[in-house]
């Protein structure tokens, strides 16, 4: 079962500069509805809220969960998510069994995941080593990079103690 173990490892601390981080955030997705002739309906708002609370990847389903009583369906998910990874707000990481699972992504250092194929706990990891790998090896081959995930899928230190 997850556990409720922080996993947002590289995210910005909760300090005094959390409110304007919140206010940049809100005004990017703003910002990008309205290039949509859309609106922050209150809905919207929720699933925004949600995410920047939340100290774990979230999967759709935590978010239809967590957020059904307020009568958002599964399809308002599903859209706002879509929307909130076109404006690069949120990126997704590629979970289990093809789930995927989405973390905000304004402001955070790049890492890649460990994925615990028994309990599902994600955890964040930086390789400054194998970035720079990367880097050389695509210089040298002439290929520009964009983007990329790498997940390495495996027991996390818990579940493989109880093996
Ligand atoms: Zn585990
Ligand atoms: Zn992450």
């Known amino acids: 079962m997850r556990t409720c173990a ?10 005094s ?4 981080y919140t206010e940049r955030i809100y005004r990017l997705f703003t910002g990008y509805l309205a290039g949509h002739g859309l609106r922050l309906t209150g809905q919207r708002r929720l699933i925004l809220d949600y995410f920047l609370k939340a100290d774990r990847h979230l999967s ?7 957020l059904r009583r307020h009568g958002i369906g599964r399809a308002t998910v599903f859209r706002t998510l879509k929307m909130m990874e076109k404006c690069k707000l949120v990126d997704h990481v590629v ?3 093809g789930k995927p699972r989405f973390e905000v992504n304004i402001e955070r250092p790049h890492h890649d995941h460990l994925i615990c194929i028994n309990c599902g706990r994600i955890q964040e990891v930086r390789w400054p080593k194998l970035e720079a790998i990367q880097e050389e090896t695509c210089r040298k081959i ?3 990079p964009n983007w990329h995930h790498h997940e390495i899928f495996g027991w996390c230190r818990d579940c493989s103690r109880k093996k």
């Open 142 to 144: 002439g290929f520009t």
């Open 17 to 20: 500069d959390r409110k304007s």
């Open 95 to 97: 979970g289990m069994a």
């Open 60 to 66: 759709r389903e935590d978010i239809y969960t967590a």
């Open 6 to 15: 922080k996993e947002l490892v590289y995210f910005r601390q909760r300090n």
